[in-house]
């Protein structure tokens, strides 16, 4: 079974359109992160959780908001989706106390392709 | 401010070494990372050097790193076409675990028959 899961992996959605992306993680890590690629622009930090209560806004928060609901989950939202948000957004997590020595190594969930229209 | 930069298209044919190439900006970095992105799945990490070593091998990869010009390489030796796929650079900054790796924008490495 994979470690990090991203739901849904597909969807096509409306401008204006509330749309949510889940992920969850089965490896026990404290620390969990949003991206989103576009070609040419490489991986863009939305939002990260360094803990359940702790959020902040990465390279390019506006338009996004997220939810840490467990240890285990991270939830982004997009709360009006535009067409500029069509890209592959990936999840990711970490956590540098149990690293193997090497340093805040991340592990990515497959990504979930989104396509706003 | 931390910055890393890396080419965006390398084209190698089979059998070739493949050398990606990346820069990156702040020289308290403790680790640089490689991670592979092949067609269609996430990245995974594909090696890493530590900031007080110059060179590391592990089987077909050799990294590089030149700390005074800031500069590090990802030598792929006999290319394969399974070898095709984006790798980014990441560096993690020193003394400060409580930020996220900084990605380059990755380098779309394509394997010719």
């Known amino acids: 079974d994979a470690d990090v899961t991203q739901t849904p992996r597909n969807r096509i959605t409306k401008t204006g359109k509330r749309i949510m992306l889940e992920c969850s993680q089965t490896?026990?890590?404290?620390?969990m992160y949003w991206y989103r690629q576009d070609p040419g622009l490489g991986l863009r930090l939305i939002y990260y959780?360094?803990?359940?209560?702790?959020?902040n806004k990465g390279e390019i928060s506006d338009g996004y908001s997220v939810s840490r609901q467990a240890q285990a989950k991270f939830s982004l939202s997009l709360e009006s989706a535009i067409p500029n948000q069509t890209a592959l957004y990936f999840c990711?997590?970490?956590?540098?106390?149990?690293?193997?020595?090497?340093?805040?190594?991340?592990?990515f969930g497959p990504g979930t392709r989104l396509t706003v229209t | 401010g931390e910055d890393v930069e890396q080419s965006l298209f390398l084209s190698v044919r089979e059998g070739d070494s493949s050398v990606i190439n990346c820069t990156y900006t702040?020289?308290?970095?403790?680790?640089l990372y490689w991670y592979k992105q092949e067609p269609g799945a996430g990245l995974q990490l594909l090696t890493y050097?530590?900031?007080?070593?110059d060179m590391k091998q592990d089987q077909r990869l050799t990294v590089l790193l030149n700390k005074k010009d800031k500069h590090l390489s990802l030598r792929i030796a006999d290319t394969q076409t399974g070898d095709s796929a984006i790798y980014f650079c990441?560096?993690?900054?020193?003394?400060?675990?409580?930020?996220?790796?900084?990605f380059g924008k990755g380098t779309r490495l394509s394997v010719i028959a």
């Open positions: 702040d020289s308290s970095s403790t680790y």
């Open positions: 990711a997590t970490s956590d540098p106390s149990r690293d193997r020595g090497i340093g805040n190594e991340q592990y």
């Open positions: 050097i530590f900031s007080n070593m």
């Open positions: 990441a560096e993690s900054i020193s003394g400060s675990g409580n930020t996220p790796l900084v």
């Open positions: 959780s360094f803990d359940v209560k702790d959020i």
């Open positions: 490896k026990g890590h404290d620390r």
